[in-house]
C-alpha cells in the first residue's frame, strides 16, 4: 500500500509540481518523510516525540514546520477561552489532536485541499482550526493574569501529552463549536453523512448560560431580498404565514423550513442571515421578521460551554470527551520509553 501511495504522489508530484520551484517541492518531500509507522493509517503508540506537522499560516501566507504539541498548545490559546476549568482545556487538547490528526491522515492519504499550499493543515478557522501562538495569545489576556492562563494552557497540554481519540481504531474527526442548543447534532443531520461517534446526545449544562440565546431582527423588504438572491423565483404572498412549515433534527436544529413556494435547509437559513446556530424560530411582527436562536455553532460534537460547565461540576476530561463522542477510546500517539 505504501508502495502504490508513494507512486500515487510521485505522478501527482511530476503533473503539478512542474511549475512550483525546486525548493517548495523538497518542502513537500521533507515534511512527507515525517513518521508513519506501519501501514497508512495513523496508529498509537507509532510516532516518535518530538515531529513537526506544516502549516499553511493564513497570516503570513507561509507554510511553516511546528512541533505538534507546541502547535496544540496555539490551538488551544485560539479556540478556548484560558478562564475555562483545567479539565475542560485538557478535553480541547485532546479533541484538538484528534482533529489535527484527522486531517494528516487525510494529508498522507494524498487529500491536500488547495487551500493548504501543500501543507497538513492550514491556521483557517474557517477551514481547519484557529491557532494563535502563545506568546501573541498572551498580550491580549488581562495582564494580571495572563501567566497564570499560559500555565494553564502548557499543562493542559503536557498533561495529555499525545493524547487522542479513536473509534475502531480509526482516528475520531473530533468537531467542536462554541455552545449547544441542549442537545448536540447528529453529524448526519448536518453534513450529510454519518459517523457513529458524532451522535446527538445531550448538552443541557449549556441551556440558560451566558450567550445561550441571541436574536436577529431584519426589515421584511431586506428579509425577502437576501432569500430572493439565493432563490430568484421566490414568492411570498402572505408574510403572516410565509413560513408554513419546520422540520427539526433530533439535535433541535431546523432541518427543512419553507418560506413561501421555496424550502430551505437550516444551515441555509443561517448562512443567509449570519445566525449564530440552525436552532431558531421566526416570528413576525410590525413589518420585522425575527429569528431568536439558541446555542451558537454548528452543534456537532463537543460544546465548549457545556465542556466547562461539566468540568466546574467535577467531571474529568476522559468523561467529558467520552459523553460528546460516542463510543470512542483514548490512546496515545507516542512510542513508549
Ligand atoms: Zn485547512
Known sequence: MRKIIAVFIIIVLTIFA????????????ENKAEPIADGDAITAGSFSQPFSISVWNTETNKVENIEFEEYITGVLAGEMPPTYSIEALKAQAVAARSFILSKAEDYFSGKIPEQHHGAMICTDPGHCKAWNKLSSAKKTWDIRYANDYENKIKSAVSLTSGEYMTYDNKVVKAYFYAMSSGRTENVKDVWGVALPYLKSVSSREDIGSDGFESMFTIEKDAFIQRLKAQRPNIEISDIYSMVSGIKRTEGGGVDKIKIGNEEFSGTEIRKIFDL???????????????FRVKGYGHGVGMSQNGANVLAESGMKYDEILKHYYSGVSIVNLYKKG
Do not use: G, H
Open 276 to 290: 449564530r446556530s440552525t436552532n431558531f424560530d421566526v416570528e413576525y411582527k410590525n413589518n420585522k421578521v425575527t
Open 18 to 29: 512542474v511549475p512550483m520551484t525546486i525548493s517548495s517541492v523538497f518542502r513537500l518531500t
